[in-house]
């Protein structure tokens, strides 16, 4: 910090609190083994902010040159100015865009380094961006938000990696209730259980099928509950990380504590100038 920069108490000490937060959320997630899941979705939702801006920048682009698109999707029976709305709502929603998941997969890795597209930092390692498709979005928009992302990128800095849109689904995602029916496909059906949670259930109690129908239910509600207790955990470690690398699309690196001097160590430096 240059040394003639000037700054309260009260500034400086939310500044300390909040790498102290940081911080002392990296070292659980290092106890709990859990540190690279959490960079991968900080990396993930770094992604996804990052496609959310250049669809609002393609959809804007649209609207102003009228894009024929718009007038194709729009249902016979809304009006432009909500069709409007509701388009520049749904670029806004985070759950409407599909995740992008960095993983492994040596095939398509070496397709990237014959076409000598590939990073060089990335060059010795075979991870690559896959995109996992909701299946309950509707043709419309997906057809809007893909050409909205397009222009984005023609209009912007472009993408610094390729992305694969292959078979992935996301079988977890489903639409909210505040959603316009037109964002829904007509032909999506929620399920309503997964496989996996009625093998399990039914492996725990063989003798009373009323007492398996109870536990099935209070299972999915309780690993619904899990889910969304760990999406935030990861929500705020990542919204009070201070760093830039890491909204970085591309950054794989970690963070760091100097667990030598401590899980909670901080050095404040002396050069501040505090003015009461």
Same mark, same amino acid.
């Given at each position: 910090?240059?040394?003639?920069?000037?700054?309260?108490?009260?500034? *400086?000490?939310?500044?300390?609190?909040?790498?102290?937060?940081?911080?002392?959320?990296?070292?659980? *997630?290092?106890?709990?083994?859990?540190?690279?899941?959490?960079?991968? !979705?900080?990396?993930?939702?770094?992604?996804?902010?990052?496609?959310?801006?250049?669809?609002?920048?393609?959809?804007?682009?649209?609207?102003?040159?009228?894009?024929?698109?718009?007038?194709?999707?729009?249902?016979?029976?809304?009006? !432009?100015?909500?069709?409007?709305?509701?388009?520049?709502?749904?670029?806004?929603?985070?759950?409407?865009?599909?995740?992008?998941? /960095?993983?492994?997969?040596?095939?398509?890795?070496?397709?990237?380094?014959?076409?000598?597209? !590939?990073?060089?930092?990335?060059?010795?390692?075979?991870?690559?961006?896959?995109?996992?498709?909701?299946?309950?979005?509707?043709?419309?928009?997906?057809?809007?938000?893909? !050409?909205?992302?397009?222009?984005?990128?023609?209009?912007?800095?472009?993408?610094?990696?390729?992305?694969?849109?292959?078979?992935?689904?996301?079988?977890?995602?489903?639409?909210?209730?505040?959603?316009?029916?037109?964002?829904? /496909?007509?032909?999506?059906?929620?399920?309503?259980?997964?496989?996996?949670?009625?093998?399990?259930?039914?492996?725990?109690?063989?003798?009373?099928?009323?007492?398996?129908?109870?536990?099935?239910?209070?299972?999915?509600?309780?690993?619904?509950?899990?889910?969304?207790?760990?999406?935030?955990?990861?929500?705020?470690?990542?919204?009070?990380?201070?760093?830039?690398?890491?909204?970085?699309?591309?950054?794989?690196?970690?963070?760091?504590?100097?667990?030598?001097?401590?899980?909670?160590?901080?050095?404040?430096?002396?050069?501040?100038?505090?003015?009461?």
């Amino acid at each position: 910090m240059p040394p003639s920069l000037e700054v309260y108490d009260t500034e *400086l000490l939310k500044v300390i609190k909040q790498l102290h937060k940081s911080r002392r959320e990296i070292w659980k *997630l290092k106890k709990e083994g859990k540190i690279d899941e959490h960079n991968k !979705r900080q990396h993930m939702t770094s992604r996804r902010d990052q496609k959310m801006t250049r669809r609002r920048k393609g959809l804007q682009h649209m609207i102003f040159t009228q894009d024929s698109i718009l007038d194709d999707c729009r249902p016979e029976n809304m009006t !432009r100015e909500v069709f409007i709305k509701d388009c520049e709502k749904a670029v806004n929603t985070a759950e409407v865009h599909s995740d992008e998941w /960095s993983t492994e997969d040596e095939v398509l890795a070496n397709e990237e380094r014959n076409d000598n597209i !590939r990073s060089g930092r990335l060059i010795s390692t075979n991870s690559v961006i896959k995109i996992h498709n909701k299946e309950w979005r509707s043709s419309r928009v997906k057809r809007i938000l893909f !050409r909205a992302d397009e222009i984005g990128v023609s209009i912007g800095t472009g993408l610094s990696r390729k992305r694969y849109r292959l078979d992935d689904i996301d079988k977890k995602s489903r639409p909210t209730q505040d959603m316009a029916n037109w964002w829904i /496909s007509s032909r999506w059906i929620e399920p309503e259980s997964d496989d996996d949670d009625d093998d399990e259930d039914n492996d725990g109690d063989n003798n009373d099928d009323d007492n398996n129908g109870n536990d099935d239910n209070n299972d999915d509600d309780n690993n619904g509950n899990g889910d969304n207790n760990d999406d935030g955990n990861n929500g705020n470690a990542d919204k009070n990380d201070g760093t830039n690398e890491e909204q970085n699309d591309d950054n794989n690196g970690n963070l760091e504590v100097d667990e030598h001097q401590g899980p909670f160590y901080l050095e404040v430096p002396v050069d501040i100038r505090r003015r009461t």
